[in-house]
């Protein structure tokens, strides 16, 4: 619901519901893209002196219950939730342009780089 409130409709202009309230542009610069790559810091108490101190991840969600992350651990097959991640967003940006130039390409277009 947070991020439904902060994504423009068209039946208000293309505005927000908050900014068409208040009359003010919200900030989302502290939103992050679904599905890029991230690294989880593991705390010293949580590990041996011979173990990672990070894992390797991808950002599904916020924490409904605390101001965290929600990370899937392609390994573990399962969800963690943590504060101390470190975001890899031009990864997602990169492989969203590369996926975009081969459809392009197969549909035989030229493309725009």
Do not use: W
């Not at 003010?24 to 893209?33: Q, T, Y």
């Not at 790559?37 to 409904?64: D, Q």
């Not at 219950?65 to 031009?90: C, L, M, W």
């Amino acid at each position: 619901m947070y991020i439904q409130n902060r994504s423009p409709y068209a039946i208000l202009g293309e505005k927000t519901p908050e900014e068409a309230f208040t009359g003010e542009k919200l900030d989302v610069s502290h939103l992050r893209i679904s599905g890029c790559l991230v690294y989880i810091h593991i705390s010293k108490e949580k590990r041996t002196k011979m173990e990672p101190s990070g894992k390797k991840g991808i950002f599904v969600g916020y924490s409904e219950t605390s101001k965290a992350y929600r990370i899937y651990i392609p390994g573990q097959r399962n969800i963690e939730v943590s504060r101390d991640v470190t975001f890899h967003e031009e990864v997602a940006f990169k492989r969203s342009k590369d996926i975009q130039v081969n459809v392009e390409m197969e549909e035989g277009e030229i493309p725009s780089d």
